[in-house]
């Protein structure tokens, strides 16, 4: 939108100013030539002359300047009324720098936006799968107590098979829930990971005290192998979570009895972390899946699994800097093996 303001006052100053000016010279002239008309008339010549000569200049490089700056108010135009954007102009001077200083304002505000936008749909995904997965234990516990509360159950052994069962969807709902506030401040970026030197061996003994009841009530083992002296620069109680939700879908997906086995390895470039079991394995398929939200490869072998153990461990692992991979096999000589790689 041209507006033509500064335009007209610079036309007018600059006549106003030229008309001042040259009344003055032609007095002078006058006088200092001896009152000699005819010189005074070629000094007044020149002088008009030299105005015109500096007004087309002037007025050139002044149009030329206001019309960058109008330019760049037509940007902005369209950057508030959404529409594309077009690329970062370089150019000299300060409308050069005017030009950088705006797109950086535009750069951050789209980044802004952006971000924003991510914020809203993950919160609404968020919320509708912890709808989603809500909605089956709700209908189980709903479905238990109505047959409780009438009575409609008379044998006691049944009525304790379902109370076991109501327990274990409450159980269910309850890790879910808390594991996915754990994974939305993280990824919301409300959690900043503290990074500091730490044993590593006191948090794998830590991880492996936190679930030897689950082991223990499945006869199964945690084998630690960590030197003593190790050292990793981490959040460590973050990691320790990682850590235990690891050791949990190993003992998940291994049969009563199976051993799991908990060791490092440090070179001059890394420092990793190996949860290996010798459970069903992971089909060759699905293991690009499996660090997904609420994926589950073998529903049959843990029909109470939420899916979103591993989800969590990637993105605390990923958060520290590190990264998680897998290996697996499945068959007679079936294994996983989780690896937590931080490079040095």
């Not at 705006?102 to 952006?114: A, D, G, H, P, T």
């Not at 990682?242 to 001059?268: H, P």
């Amino acid at each position: 939108m041209i507006n033509g303001y500064e335009r007209k006052q610079f036309v007018f100053n600059y006549v106003i100013g030229s008309l001042i000016f040259g009344i003055v010279i032609f007095f002078t002239s006058y006088f200092l030539l001896d009152k000699n008309t005819i010189k005074c008339l070629v000094v007044m010549v020149i002088y008009l002359a030299a105005v015109i000569c500096l007004f087309v200049i002037s007025f050139s490089k002044i149009n030329q300047a206001y019309d960058e700056i109008e330019k760049i108010s037509s940007i902005m135009v369209d950057v508030y009324e959404g529409e594309i954007i077009p690329q970062e102009e370089y150019k000299q001077g300060d409308i050069g720098i005017l030009y950088t200083n705006f797109y950086k304002v535009v750069s951050s505000l789209k980044e802004s936006n952006l971000k924003e936008q991510e914020e809203k749909i993950f919160l609404r995904d968020i919320i509708s799968d912890i709808s989603h997965q809500l909605k089956t234990p709700l209908a189980s516990l709903t479905v238990f107590m109505d047959l409780l509360y009438e009575d409609k159950i008379t044998d006691d052994e049944k009525k304790h098979e379902i109370l076991g069962e109501a327990k274990n969807q409450l159980t269910r709902m309850e890790w879910m829930v808390l594991s996915m506030l754990k994974l939305a401040r993280i990824e919301a970026g409300a959690i900043q990971f503290v990074k500091k030197e730490a044993r590593l061996v006191a948090i794998l003994a830590q991880a492996k005290e936190a679930v030897m009841y689950l082991y223990n009530e499945r006869h199964q083992t945690i084998d630690i192998d960590c030197p003593d002296d190790l050292v990793l620069n981490c959040d460590a109680d973050w990691l320790t979570e990682a850590v235990i939700n690891l050791l949990k879908n190993a003992s998940d997906y291994s049969e009563n009895g199976k051993a799991v086995f908990l060791y490092t390895e440090n070179t001059n470039v890394y420092t990793r972390i190996y949860i290996k079991d010798e459970g069903v394995g992971i089909p060759e398929k699905d293991i690009q899946n499996i660090f997904k939200r609420f994926y589950r490869v073998n529903q049959q072998v843990n029909p109470n699994s939420v899916g979103i153990g591993l989800s969590l461990v990637k993105s605390i692992v990923e958060g520290m800097g590190g990264k998680v991979t897998v290996k697996s096999s499945v068959g007679d000589e079936s294994y996983s093996c989780f690896m937590i790689t931080f490079i040095k």
